[in-house]
C-alpha cells in the first residue's frame, strides 16, 4: 500500500519567509508526528497528533513552528519568518494508534533557508 | 527524560562477516526499543522493535537485536553483512507511560566492504 508522503521534497526559500510543509500518513493511522533531522542536532521531535486530541507540542524549538492536522489526516507543518537554522530535513511519520508502535516515516522534506 | 547513545559514529565490517551496531538506552518505565535504517536521500525505514517478551527480536533483512535490561542495552546484529547493508542506523525508545514521541541515538553508520 501507499507508505507516508511529503511535499515538497526539497524547498529553498528567503530568511524571513514562511514555508509550509505537507504530510500525507498512511491511511487509517491515527497518530502522526513531526521530527526535524539536521547535522548539528540529529533527529528531534517536533509535534504529536493522536485522533482528535490535542496536539502534544513540547518539542517545537519556537512559536514560529506551527502545524496542524485537518479531518485527522493530512498535516500542515509552517514555520513563520525562517531563520538559517531552520535549514534541516523535515520527516513526517504516521502510526496506527496507541497499540501499534512503530512509525513509518515518509522521504522527507529538505528545507534550506538562504 | 529519556536518551539514546550510539557510542560509534561509524562501524566498518567485511562483507560475510558479523556486524553489531549497539545501543544503550535510559528512560523511565519498561522501555519500547526500535531500529530504524536511512540510506542516503530516504526516509527512516523500520527494521525491528522490542516491546515485550523475547529478549531476542527479529526484524528485516536477517536483522536481529537483543535487549538486555541490566545493561539497558538494544544492540543490532547480522550473523552476516552485505554491502547492501551499508547506510546510517538509528536506534530509538519510548518509555511506555510517555508520550509516543521517539527520542533517537545519534545514528552509526555502517560501512561494509567487498
Known amino acids: 500500500g501507499a507508505g507516508v508522503s511529503q511535499s515538497p521534497s526539497n524547498k529553498v526559500t528567503e530568511k524571513g519567509k514562511d514555508v509550509e510543509l505537507r504530510c500525507d500518513p498512511i491511511?487509517?493511522?491515527?497518530?502522526l508526528y513531526w521530527y526535524r533531522q539536521s547535522l548539528g542536532q540529529g533527529l528531534e521531535f517536533l509535534i504529536y497528533?493522536?485522533?482528535?486530541?490535542?496536539?502534544?507540542k513540547s518539542g517545537l524549538p519556537s512559536d514560529r513552528f506551527s502545524a496542524e492536522r485537518t479531518g485527522g489526516s493530512v498535516s500542515t507543518l509552517t514555520i513563520q519568518r525562517t531563520q538559517q537554522e531552520d535549514s534541516a530535513v523535515y520527516l513526517c511519520?504516521?502510526?496506527?494508534?496507541?497499540?501499534?508502535?512503530?512509525?513509518?516515516f515518509g522521504p522527507g522534506t529538505r528545507l534550506t533557508v538562504t | 527524560a529519556q536518551s539514546v547513545a550510539q557510542p560509534e559514529d561509524q562501524v566498518n565490517v567485511a562483507e560475510g562477516n558479523p556486524l553489531t551496531v549497539k545501543c544503550t538506552y535510559s528512560?523511565?518505565?519498561?522501555?519500547?526499543l526500535f531500529w530504524y535504517v536511512q540510506y542516503p536521500n530516504r526516509g527512516l525505514q523500520f527494521l525491528l522493535k522490542?516491546?515485550?517478551?523475547?529478549?531476542l527480536v527479529k526484524g528485516s533483512y536477517g536483522f536481529e537485536a537483543e535487549f538486555n535490561k541490566s545493561q539497558t542495552s538494544f544492540h543490532l546484529k547480522k550473523p552476516s553483512a552485505l554491502v547492501s547493508d551499508s547506510a546510517l542506523y538509528f536506534c530509538?525508545?519510548?518509555?511506555?507511560?510517555?508520550?509516543?514521541?521517539?527520542?533517537f541515538g545519534g545514528g552509526t553508520r555502517l560501512m561494509v566492504k567487498p
Open positions: 511519520a504516521s502510526s496506527g494508534g496507541w497499540q501499534t508502535y512503530e512509525q513509518y
Open positions: 491511511s487509517g493511522h491515527t497518530a
Open positions: 497528533f493522536q485522533g482528535n486530541s490535542a496536539p502534544d
Open positions: 528512560v523511565s518505565g519498561n522501555p519500547y
Open positions: 522490542y516491546i515485550t517478551g523475547d529478549n
Open positions: 530509538a525508545v519510548r518509555g511506555n507511560n510517555a508520550g509516543n514521541m521517539l527520542t
